[in-house]
């Protein structure tokens, strides 16, 4: 039986059956902009080893896909850029999006929007949503506040956009600039996740009639990073990897996205007027570990407040995921994966602590 200290005494533990009230924590915003705010609370304070990772000195540049040229009806230079963009699913699961057509409007409005949403009053913020990962409007701060051991110098906005469209009711112009926006952006990414479905010598519609992507998830997730006075000190997300098959992200051309490749840091440096892609765990499970879904993280700074606007493209909710058959066995490729609803898979991870790759390695047969 387990021993507890006295109630009352300094050793007491908060009991079992009486868990600690929720805590109460605020967003970095309002945070940051504490008057003479010199230094961090310690709750945001990440163990040394974090930061001190290398960061690489790379030349090599992050792949770029002519998005023009996958749509290309050429059929040499359409499979030329399928093999450059099964390359760059194999060596980055990262790469530059450019040509796509979306316009740069658009890429603007989203963003600016986004900003002034985040300056909305605290109380209508903090009033918005629920707080579960099916929720279609969740409002909060870091990645998931109700476990985090350590806060991330994050505040966000995570939005159902399909197939369910949501928008917050503010700032009023949120819902039509957001309709457009993921709208757009959802083509953009079918069509590249039409190409790596081909990369993997598969059928170009096999990812989308398997996991059903008319009916796929997609969210728009809008992080702020405000200034932070002791950057060195904080993150504004700690590693992980996306769940889901594609998000394409832009940035207010302020740095701060790093990227895990070769054993290091790379620090991506935005292109404006493209999306910086990247695949998620779902394409790692479908592609039977040949494509890894790579660990990413936001470092952050004591000048310029950024903002990003991350869109993830999933399966339907109810679609189960599983390695393709054409990738298994009678290639002597046997599952590395389990089965898996993608739905069940999002509640997995959020109630999974922010630990690397823990959820993708929760459903990996054999270790
Ligand atoms: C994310 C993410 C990185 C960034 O939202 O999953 O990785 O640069 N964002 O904001
Ligand atoms: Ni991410």
């Avoid at 979306?102 to 629920?130: Q, T």
């Avoid at 950057?231 to 998000?247: K, Q």
């Avoid at 069940?344 to 690397?356: D, P, R, S, V």
Wanted: glycine share 8%; proline share 9%.
């Amino acid at each position: 039986m387990a021993t507890t200290a006295p109630t009352g005494s300094p050793l007491s533990q908060p009991s079992l059956t009486h868990p600690p009230p929720p805590r109460k924590v605020t967003t970095v915003k309002a945070l940051s902009e504490s008057p003479g705010l010199s230094s961090i609370p310690s709750i945001y304070t990440f163990p040394k080893q974090t930061y001190h990772e290398p960061v690489s000195d790379t030349k090599e540049p992050i792949p770029t896909i002519d998005f023009s040229l996958l749509t290309s009806s050429h059929p040499g230079q359409r499979s030329k850029t399928i093999r450059e963009l099964g390359k760059a699913c194999r060596n980055w699961g990262f790469f530059m999006v450019t040509n796509h057509g979306v316009p740069e409007r658009m890429m603007k409005a989203i963003i600016e929007v986004s900003r002034e949403f985040f300056e909305l009053p605290e109380e209508e913020k903090r009033g918005i949503g629920g707080k579960h990962v099916l929720d279609p409007i969740r409002f909060g701060t870091s990645f998931n506040e109700s476990v985090d051991e350590i806060l991330c110098w994050r505040d966000y906005v995570k939005i159902f956009q399909h197939p369910e469209f949501h928008s917050p009711k503010k700032p009023p112009s949120f819902r039509e600039i957001a309709l457009e926006y993921s709208k757009r952006v959802r083509l953009v990414a079918r069509e590249i996740i039409r190409g790596i479905s081909e990369s993997l010598g598969l059928e170009k519609d096999y990812i989308d009639e398997t996991l059903n992507l008319e009916n796929g998830l997609q969210l728009i997730a809008a992080n702020l990073y405000p200034p932070c006075p002791r950057p060195e000190l904080a993150m504004g997300l700690p590693p992980h990897s996306d769940h889901g098959l594609l998000t394409l992200l832009i940035q207010n051309q302020i740095g701060g996205l790093q990227v895990q490749h070769k054993g290091k840091w790379v620090n991506i440096d935005p292109i404006p007027n493209s999306f910086l892609a990247n695949i998620g765990d779902h394409i790692e499970i479908l592609s039977n570990g040949k494509y890894k879904s790579v660990l990413h993280r936001a470092v952050v700074n004591n000048r310029d407040e950024r903002i990003s606007i991350a869109v993830p493209h999933g399966p339907a909710l109810d679609a189960i995921v599983s390695p393709a058959s054409k990738l298994v066995e009678n290639v002597g490729n046997p599952p590395a994966y389990g089965a898996m609803k993608y739905k069940e898979y999002l509640e997995l991870q959020q109630g999974t602590m922010l630990n690397g790759k823990s959820c993708l390695e929760r459903i990996r047969n054999g270790d």
